[in-house]
């Protein structure tokens, strides 16, 4: 049997022979299908290593003959003032620009001769930098990588001219409202707060931001305790640790004059903003309440709970078959064009919500059945409603991670969140614990009688007043 | 590449919090869009123009600060408001609460205000009462008053008709009621001059048993206003009377 599977190739068989991974043991001829409980305990190990500079070196090794590499910081809007926000946006921008080894030119030869990708995003409280390449040149891409994030050239020029390109982008992004709703219920939620900020940036600092922000932003933030280099595919974790030393030992780990920069708790606020524009052809609403953070124990039970709210768009089949309680009233009432649960979680804070987008004249039942699922939630939520959410919950956690991209992004993100990586199983394990009441107690606790942010953008005058809207967010019944 | 998580729908109930603008090099040679000329000034070409006006970028829209508004527990945007949430909550509904119970008190007071002016007036409600001085009516004589639009005899009872009225036996009456229950005072007999018969006046000391006299159909009454012959069926009706002094009588 492990011949056959060798002659699949060479490398595969090599790397799964070496981790003697028991997915390889339970591999039957012509099969190459594994259960789900298989999938959680064959899971290969996320093995983590800290450098002395404090920089966390993780990867996953799955023997995949592509791999998946970056550096995953510690760092994003909610680090920025009023003054310097959008700097970090701006900085990506400025990172495939040329570095002090590779002027650009060279920097997109080195990266296209390897046939790698080179990508990178900011959020909220994470910057991310990576790469995706074959297995056999991780070295070349984390010396790449290590050049972006240390030695960008950030030249005068570049920098006067990626300024127009960030405003064509702040002016385009205005064209996905899904983006500029849920911007703005940030912004409203966390009014006051750094939170608040949306990671573009006013277009009054795409123009004024100088090189020296930028370098400032570089100083204060990407330290090496902030930082992890997470990989995940066919690596082999000692040789990931060596590159690491070889090419992140430089990264500072103290900061001038000894400003640490220290995240404060950020304040959320029951709000509402209408941006109301009645020439748009659908009203995209968000409405949520104040949610857990990352690290909270409360994140199961409450994703739990979105699973079963769930999600729904006009292009699901199931009619009025869909398990979702809320997709079927959207169906058969014809309520939204389409909607989804959602969490956002951060350090200490999270934005719990619906977001849907529907026509001008059904904003209003769709408020109401949505609050409805809420209140549902909180009250008479029952034991085959939790454990169909459990299910699809599960599925939707092993379903992300098909690739080594979406692996090293959990890798990254994990480690910067909690510390370590969360492995299937456990959260398998989490799951499993939720039980109804624990649902019904969780939700209530975020979401029974509290103040929900609520932000619309288009035609929302049927949006309800922000009153009625806060009374449906307990029942008398009750 | 990583796309937004938001499109992985029905399997993507967790979502984090990413946001993505994401840049790539994916061809060669790639020229930036924008034109490398130097002084250029960069003005926010909008490109959403609507009848109503022009949308500028959202990010450029400033939250006003409510902070003057706020409660004192929330003013601090570094502190969680969860804290005090329960507090400022309970502060609510207490406020709210209080408020309805003094507006219910109050709405009913202004209601039965008005409804009760379409009640009996005051000059209507004097008349309800009679005050009768009762050192006028001499013994053994048998006054009548005009009270409520019927006829009131107040008698003021010799010892022998007392003591004859208490001696009745219970087994003889018609309407049997011993002579106590129907006076507070023995002296005074105050019944309602209204045959219970047909409702005739009856005249007083007339008839066989030194009570009234019904004249319409012959009912015997007793100084008691017992029936004792005839066709009425009960006795002289007793109304609600006291004596706030000896010398006041006040029915009604």
Redesign the interface.
Not at chain 1, 160 to 165: D, S
Not at chain 1, 264 to 269: A, D, E, L, V, Y
Not at chain 1, 309 to 313: A, L, N, Q, V
């Given at each position: 049997m492990a011949a056959s599977v060798c002659r699949v190739g060479s490398t595969v068989g090599r790397a799964l022979a070496k981790t003697r991974s028991p997915i390889l043991l339970s591999l039957r001829r012509g099969q190459a299908s594994v259960s789900y409980a298989q999938s959680l305990v064959g899971a290969p190990e996320t093995r983590l290593t800290t450098l002395d500079n404090g920089l966390k070196v993780a990867s996953e090794e799955t023997g995949h003959a592509t791999c998946t590499v970056g550096l995953w910081i510690s760092a994003g809007?909610r680090y920025e003032s009023e003054k310097n926000n959008?700097t970090g946006?701006f900085l990506?921008?400025m990172?495939?620009k040329g570095t002090k080894k590779y002027p650009q030119?060279a920097?997109?030869?080195q990266?296209?001769s390897m046939g790698a990708?080179?990508?990178?995003?900011?959020?909220?409280?994470?910057t991310a930098y990576y790469m995706k390449t074959l297995a056999k040149d991780l070295p070349k891409a984390v010396e790449l990588l290590s050049e972006v994030v240390q030695s960008c050239s950030l030249n005068e020029?570049e920098i006067?001219?990626?300024?127009?390109?960030v405003?064509?982008?702040?002016?385009?992004?205005?064209?996905n409202l899904?983006?500029?709703c849920l911007?703005?219920l940030h912004?409203?939620a966390f009014?006051?707060?750094a939170l608040?900020q949306?990671?573009?940036?006013?277009?009054?600092n795409a123009?004024t931001l100088t090189r020296q922000d930028l370098v400032d932003y570089i100083n204060s933030h990407y330290k090496a305790p902030r930082m992890v280099l997470s990989a995940a595919g066919g690596v082999n974790h000692e040789e990931l640790v060596g590159l690491a030393k070889s090419h992140f030992s430089g990264v500072s780990f103290e900061y001038e004059g000894d400003a640490v920069p220290v995240l404060?708790?950020?304040?959320?606020?029951g709000s509402e903003?209408r941006?109301r524009?009645?020439?748009?052809p659908l009203a995209h609403i968000a409405v949520a309440v104040?949610g857990a953070s990352a690290a909270s124990p409360d994140i199961v039970p409450l994703?739990v709970a979105?699973?079963i709210?769930?999600?729904?768009?006009l292009t699901?089949g199931g009619g009025k078959h869909l398990s979702s309680r809320l997709a079927r009233l959207a169906v058969e009432e014809n309520l939204c064009h389409s909607f989804?649960?959602?969490?956002?979680?951060?350090s200490?804070?999270g934005l719990l919500g619906i977001?849907f987008v529907c026509d001008k004249h059904q904003i209003e039942d769709m408020m109401h059945w949505s609050q409805n699922a809420w209140m549902n939630l909180c009250t008479t939520v029952t034991e085959s409603d939790v454990a169909r959410g459990k299910n699809?919950?599960k599925?939707?956690?092993v379903?992300?991670l098909n690739g080594t991209?979406?692996l090293c992004?959990d890798i990254g993100?994990h480690i910067l969140n909690y510390g370590r990586r969360i492995p299937l199983a456990e959260w398998d394990a989490r799951i499993d614990a939720v039980t109804p009441r624990m649902v019904r107690d969780i939700c209530s606790k975020y979401i029974y009688?509290?103040c929900p942010a609520v932000a619309a953008v288009g035609p929302c005058e049927q949006l309800p007043d922000y009153n009625r809207m806060r009374s449906a967010m307990y029942w008398l019944r009750f | 590449?990583?796309s937004?998580a938001?499109r992985?729908?029905?399997?993507?109930?967790?979502?984090?919090?990413?946001?993505?603008?994401?840049?790539?090099?994916?061809k060669?040679?790639?020229k930036?869009?924008?034109?490398?000329a130097?002084n250029?000034e960069?003005s926010?070409?909008?490109?959403?123009q609507?009848?109503?006006g022009i949308?500028?970028?959202?990010?450029?829209?400033k939250?006003p600060?409510?902070?003057d508004y706020r409660r004192p527990e929330?003013t601090?945007?570094?502190?969680?408001?969860?804290d005090s949430?329960d507090a400022r909550?309970s502060f609510s509904y207490l406020f709210t609460g209080a408020t309805t119970v003094v507006g219910v008190y109050a709405a009913k007071t202004v209601v039965t205000q008005f409804l009760s002016s379409m009640s009996a007036t005051a000059d209507v409600l004097a008349l309800s009462q009679i005050e009768i001085k009762l050192s006028e009516i001499p013994e053994g004589k048998n006054i009548t008053f005009k009270w409520r639009g019927k006829p009131l005899f107040v008698r003021h009872r010799t010892e022998k008709e007392i003591a004859t009225e208490e001696g009745v036996n219970m087994s003889e009456l018609r309407d049997p009621q011993h002579d106590k229950d129907r006076v507070i005072n023995p002296k005074w007999i105050i019944v309602l001059g209204v045959c219970t018969h047909l409702g005739c006046v009856p005249i007083a000391n007339a008839g066989d048993f030194g009570g009234y006299y019904c004249p319409c159909h012959g009912s015997h009454y007793d100084a008691s206003g017992r029936i004792r012959k005839g066709p009425a069926p009960l006795n002289l009706e007793v109304p609600y009377y006291v004596f706030p002094d000896e010398d006041t009588l006040l029915v009604g």
């Open positions: 809007s959008g946006f990506e921008h990172a495939f030119t920097l997109e030869q990266v296209e990708h080179l990508s990178a995003y900011t959020s909220r409280e994470h020029a006067e001219q990626q300024r127009g390109v405003l064509r982008e702040l002016e385009e992004v205005e064209g899904q983006e500029v911007d703005l912004a409203t009014q006051g707060t608040g949306s990671v573009l940036g006013p277009s009054r123009r404060s708790p950020c304040r959320f606020t903003i941006m524009d009645d020439a748009l104040e994703m979105n699973s709210i769930g999600s729904y768009d699901y989804q649960a959602f969490h956002s979680s951060y200490d804070t977001y699809a919950l599925a939707s956690l379903g992300q991209t979406p992004d993100r009688d509290k | 590449m990583m937004m938001a992985s729908g029905a399997l993507a109930p967790y979502l984090h919090s990413t946001k993505h603008a994401v840049k790539s090099l994916v060669p040679g790639a930036d869009l924008a034109p490398a130097e250029v960069y926010l070409v909008p490109a959403h609507s009848p109503g949308r500028l970028a959202h990010t450029d829209i939250i600060d409510f902070t929330v601090d945007p570094n502190k969680s408001s969860q949430s909550r």
